[in-house]
């Protein structure tokens, strides 16, 4: 049954309005009509399986047949700190977070950043279409592009929650080394192409951040993001 975003969906909802986007996907790429069933999401964890009572020019109307709750998954637990990379590339990890299923994208700039052009809508419009492909109650949130002295500086960060960096060097050590307990999840910076400057190093050192490796090859930013939260992934059994 396809999946479609309601991000106004209630739980004391009996009948729900969609338009723009949602109502045209409805109507004219997936071709549904009145009497169908659908699911919708909030991206909150609330799922909804729907009747299409009536579809009309631009707008869809639908009855909730059943309403349920999803309990988030432990990977909601996890925070990447993304630098800002090209868009393309920016586009690709945002889908493929996404659809691994991590609680929050946290878009940085660094001090070696080339990128500095942030253009929040489309990178939401982004995770949502990964979200519905991947039959997922919740979307991460995408926070707004902070500078790395900012957000680490106002950033609340859980206890006992697993602060790391990926940066190699001589204290770096392999996921696999790191405590598979870890039940308030955890933090991971990734930093742009020209990598972490000795002072964000020092910086996140400062506030705990464990320096981890990725393997002995050289990720763009990109490809790290989406092995570090497998490898995590992997190490904590989710």
Same mark, same amino acid.
């Given at each position: 049954?396809?999946?479609?975003?309601?991000?106004?969906?209630?739980?004391?909802?009996? $009948?729900?309005?969609?338009?723009?986007?949602?109502?045209?996907?409805? %109507?004219?790429?997936?071709?549904?009509?009145?009497?169908?069933?659908?699911?919708?999401?909030?991206?909150?964890?609330?799922?909804?399986?729907?009747?299409? $009572?009536?579809?009309?020019?631009?707008?869809?109307?639908?009855?909730?047949?059943?309403?349920?709750?999803?309990?988030?998954?432990?990977?909601?637990?996890?925070?990447?700190?993304? /630098?800002?990379? @090209?868009?393309?590339?920016?586009?690709?990890?945002?889908?493929?977070?996404?659809?691994?299923?991590?609680?929050?994208?946290?878009?940085?700039?660094?001090?070696?950043?080339?990128? @500095?052009?942030?253009?929040?809508?489309?990178? %939401?419009?982004?995770?949502?279409?990964?979200?519905? $492909?991947?039959?997922? /109650?919740?979307?991460?949130?995408?926070?707004?592009?902070?500078?790395?002295?900012?957000?680490?500086?106002?950033?609340?960060?859980?206890?006992?929650?697993?602060?790391?960096?990926?940066?190699?060097?001589?204290? /770096?050590?392999?996921?696999?080394?790191?405590?598979?307990?870890?039940?308030?999840?955890?933090?991971?910076?990734?930093?742009?192409?020209?990598?972490?400057?000795?002072?964000?190093?020092?910086?996140?050192?400062?506030?705990?951040? %464990?320096?981890?490796?990725?393997?002995?090859?050289?990720?763009?930013?990109?490809?790290?993001?989406?092995?570090?939260?497998? %490898?995590?992934?992997? @190490?904590?059994?989710?």
């Amino acid at each position: 049954m396809n999946l479609f975003y309601a991000p106004d969906l209630k739980s004391s909802q009996e $009948q729900v309005p969609l338009s723009g986007p949602e109502a045209h996907h409805i %109507q004219r790429v997936f071709r549904k009509r009145s009497g169908e069933q659908i699911r919708l999401t909030n991206g909150k964890g609330l799922l909804a399986t729907c009747t299409i $009572q009536s579809a009309d020019r631009g707008s869809v109307t639908c009855l909730v047949d059943q309403l349920e709750t999803i309990a988030p998954l432990a990977e909601q637990s996890i925070v990447v700190g993304l /630098a800002l990379i @090209r868009p393309n590339r920016m586009d690709w990890a945002i889908e493929k977070l996404t659809e691994l299923g991590i609680g929050c994208i946290q878009p940085i700039t660094f001090q070696h950043s080339s990128v @500095r052009q942030f253009k929040h809508q489309h990178l %939401q419009n982004i995770a949502v279409a990964a979200m519905k $492909q991947s039959g997922q /109650a919740y979307m991460p949130k995408i926070s707004p592009l902070l500078d790395f002295k900012e957000w680490l500086s106002t950033s609340k960060r859980e206890k006992n929650h697993l602060l790391l960096v990926a940066h190699p060097g001589a204290s /770096a050590v392999s996921l696999s080394e790191l405590p598979a307990d870890s039940s308030n999840g955890a933090t991971i910076l990734i930093g742009p192409e020209g990598g972490f400057s000795e002072e964000e190093v020092a910086a996140s050192k400062s506030e705990n951040f %464990q320096q981890i490796s990725l393997g002995q090859h050289i990720l763009r930013a990109e490809t790290a993001a989406i092995v570090a939260v497998s %490898q995590l992934k992997m @190490r904590l059994g989710l």
